[in-house]
């Protein structure tokens, strides 16, 4: 079963910077668009960013000029480089594959496997 693992999440301080990784299982993964959500306490989730196999970006405008993603097609995996983080960036933070898309997106619906998530606090 292909597998999407998140790694990197934590607690840091207002302004201070985290790296969310996600591997996935299969080497398949290497050409699909990738992307991260967030779901915070109450809250729906919402797209952060996304990535196609050839690194074209898209990014939710809250996070634009903060968060980078990035990714190793050779590793299978995607990053998420959070900096200048602000507490209303805390929520749980999954990554997900989209195996029919061709260029980034932004819409839930598109991304069939999820990884498990990974918690980002971010409080002083």
């Known amino acids: 079963q292909v597998q999407l693992v998140e790694s990197g999440g934590g607690l840091v301080q207002p302004g201070g910077s985290l790296r969310l990784s996600c591997a996935a299982s299969?080497?398949?993964?290497?050409?699909?668009?990738r992307g991260w959500f967030r779901q915070a306490p109450g809250k729906e989730r919402e797209f952060v960013a996304a990535?196609?196999?050839?690194?074209?970006?898209l990014y939710a405008d809250s996070v634009k000029g903060r968060f980078t993603i990035s990714r190793d097609n050779a590793k299978n995996t995607v990053y998420l480089q959070l900096n200048s983080l602000k507490p209303e960036d805390t929520a749980v933070y999954y990554c997900?594959?989209?195996?029919?898309?061709?260029?980034?997106?932004?819409?839930?619906?598109?991304?069939?496997?999820w990884g498990q998530g990974t918690q980002v606090t971010v409080s002083s």
């Open positions: 299969e080497r398949t993964f290497s050409r699909t668009v």
């Open positions: 997900a594959a989209n195996r029919q898309a061709v260029v980034p997106t932004a819409t839930a619906r598109g991304y069939d496997v």
């Open positions: 990535i196609s196999w050839t690194s074209s970006t």
